[in-house]
């Protein structure tokens, strides 16, 4: 049971830091991350929203000293032994204070949070139930990336959305869910032409995650790595283990001006 001095440490925590704010209990017993800036709080939502509309899953919020990578995953294998690859957005943002966290949390429950936040508001508590992710655990190296060069964002948006369509023409009505996992696995692990190799569901993330504009990516390689990046975000790649990104990939790279 709760002593009468912890009772009292709650309450001041909820007048001092909630005043005049509709307040979920839990929100005040699990920890809370603190922004910079309440614009990059308002990053968060259009991202998680975004991603809620890919695919209903997960976020994984990681942070580290003054900064918070929010990572959810566009495409990954369904099945075992497929050679569909993994593809995760990632999205920083700077905190107020120091942190240290890393919890995958549904995005329903981020949301939720999100919708009670004011314009102004600068923190997010973060969801007490965690959730298991296959591709959560798939870390993505944090050095020893290769600068193979750029792509224009009209070239990535353009593969995207004829992806899109192919995807939309080879499924029927009222598909099963292993015919539309197929159709996607054939379409976005395929290889963009004009991109290394780069399966062409990096640009499909890149585009429905809202990484895109009227500018480029740069494009970086480590093993069976790719990340596409700009100011706007990141999009992962891990090949599947039936691609073959080898010497044709990186003989393409020292050929293709930087």
């Not at 353009?158 to 009222?174: F, L, Q, R, T």
Request: contains cysteine.
């Amino acid at each position: 049971m709760l002593n009468k001095h912890v009772l009292l440490n709650k309450r001041t925590l909820l007048n001092k830091r909630y005043a005049g704010r509709v307040v979920n209990v839990s929100d005040v017993l699990t920890q809370s991350v603190r922004f910079a800036d309440s614009r990059d709080l308002a990053d968060l939502r259009t991202f998680v929203t975004r991603a809620k509309r890919i695919d209903d899953g997960a976020i994984r919020l990681q942070a580290a000293g003054s900064v918070l990578a929010a990572y959810v995953c566009v495409l990954r294998p369904r099945l075992l032994g497929e050679a569909t690859p993994t593809i995760l957005g990632l999205r920083t943002m700077a905190l107020a204070e120091p942190a240290e966290l890393d919890s995958t949390v549904s995005l329903a429950s981020v949301l939720d949070r999100l919708a009670r936040s004011s314009d102004d508001d600068v923190e997010l508590p973060v969801p007490p139930t965690t959730v298991s992710e296959s591709w959560a655990g798939v870390g993505a190296p944090r050095s020893g990336w290769e600068l193979l060069g750029s792509i224009a964002d009209a070239e990535l948006k353009s593969s995207a959305e004829a992806g899109v369509a192919e995807v939309a023409g080879i499924v029927p009505e009222n598909p099963g869910a292993l015919i539309v996992n197929n159709a996607r696995a054939a379409v976005w692990g395929r290889g963009l032409e004009q991109a290394w190799g780069v399966p062409a569901g990096a640009a499909f993330a890149a585009l429905a995650l809202g990484f895109l504009a009227d500018g480029e990516q740069q494009l970086y390689r480590n093993g069976r790595w790719f990340r596409i990046s700009s100011q706007r975000g990141h999009v992962l790649v891990r090949t599947g283990a039936g691609l073959d990104f080898g010497a044709g990939a990186s003989s393409r790279s020292t050929n293709r001006k930087h």
